[in-house]
């Protein structure tokens, strides 16, 4: 099992920043991609930025990101950080860390949460006007 635990989540006003992190820990052998995805309530959970944790390969981001948000990687700690700056409240939401499944072949890194197997308990951010 994987055990995947957020933190840097709090209050911020509009325009400024926030780091996300995500220390992953457990069996982590089968996991190609780990990812971000956030979700108010009402809707449903939607993805932000995902990267490769066992290859070389770019990450992927939603389009509102629009250049505001970093993510990266450190393999060797099996963590994923996510930089988020220029926050806006269409922003605010609980984030959560998630870590795939993949027993054979390349893995895509999508944004889909079906992809992801294991998740955090989330991180609550807040954007006021």
């Known amino acids: 099992q994987v055990r995947l635990v957020e933190s840097g989540g709090g209050p911020v006003q509009a325009g400024g920043s926030l780091k996300l992190s995500c220390i992953a820990s457990g069996y982590m052998d089968d996991t190609q991609c780990m990812a971000w995805f956030r979700q108010v309530p009402g809707k449903e959970r939607e993805f932000v930025a995902s990267?490769?944790?066992?290859?070389?390969?770019?990450?992927y981001y939603a389009d509102f990101v629009r250049a505001r948000f970093i993510v990266s990687r450190d393999n060797g700690k099996n963590s994923l950080i996510l930089q988020m700056n220029t926050l806006t409240p269409e922003d605010a939401g609980m984030y959560f860390c998630a870590a795939d499944l993949v027993f054979a072949g390349r893995a895509r890194c999508g944004g889909s949460s079906e992809d992801y197997v294991y998740w955090g308990q989330g991180t609550q951010v807040t954007v006021s006007s």
């Open positions: 990267v490769p944790i066992k290859r070389a390969g770019r990450p």
